[in-house]
């Protein structure tokens, strides 16, 4: 069955070091997303890539966070540096069909980060 | 943006109860997700719903998009569906999903 891949599950770093996550969305799916969910909170939009595009990064903490997905396939969130507030679960997600807005979201496994 | 409320907030659950966990949505949407995230976080697809009535074994779901609502509803409900429960909505068509806080839900043996 056709999955979200995230890696990695787990990662705990301490403040101030560089830290990345890698996600392979389904095969064929245009439109990538990263999410991040604070503990008791529902998950909020971070970028959205159509193909190797950009088209909303306006809640990524760009002084930070950055985010590219060079091939269009598989894509990579990178922190530098971390911040105790940034330990989250991260979520990528990705859906079918470019521009098509009635198009349903799946979401991989996540990776919990702990700043220390 | 727009404003995502899901209620109850929590609920706990005897195996076997029947429950309906209600998402209000404060604008039009596009697209209608309800996802259960397990112990681990994942997020399970259990619907897209962005109109009418659907169902999948002991879940189904309704959205009444005029009214601005959608209810899932959860029958003879088993330990496994522990877990929160969430609504999410595209308010834009972008496929930018809104989620709501969740609901919270232990079943008991």
């Known amino acids: 069955e056709a999955e979200v891949a995230q890696s990695p599950r787990y990662k705990i770093t301490e403040k101030s070091q560089a830290v990345a996550f890698w996600c392979d969305p389904i095969?064929?799916?245009?439109?990538l997303y990263w999410y991040r969910q604070i503990l008791g909170q529902g998950p909020e939009l971070l970028v959205q890539?159509?193909?190797?595009?950009?088209?909303?990064d306006s809640q990524l903490p760009k002084d930070r966070f950055s985010a590219e997905r060079l091939k269009g396939v598989d894509s990579t969130l990178k922190i530098q540096p971390a911040e105790l507030g940034d330990s989250a679960m991260y979520l990528c997600a990705s859906s079918l069909v470019a521009g098509n807005p009635n198009t349903e979201a799946f979401f991989g496994q996540g990776t919990r980060l702990t700043v220390v | 943006g727009i404003q995502v409320e899901q209620s109850p907030p929590d609920l706990i659950l005897q195996e076997g109860a029947n429950s309906t966990l209600r998402c209000n949505f404060s604008?039009?949407?596009?697209?209608l997700q309800w996802f259960h995230q397990n112990p681990w976080g994942q997020l399970i697809n259990l619907f897209y719903?962005?109109?009418g009535t659907k169902q999948n074994g002991r879940l189904s779901a309704t959205t009444v998009a005029t009214e601005r609502y959608s209810l899932l509803y959860i029958s003879s409900s088993q330990t496994t569906d522990s877990g929160v429960y969430f609504c999410a909505v595209d308010h834009y068509g972008n496929n930018r999903l809104a989620f709501g806080k969740g609901n919270q839900v232990v079943v008991i043996p």
């Open positions: 890539f159509q193909d190797e595009s950009v088209v909303d």
């Open positions: 719903i962005p109109s």
């Open positions: 095969s064929g799916h245009a439109t």
């Open positions: 604008d039009s949407v596009n697209n």
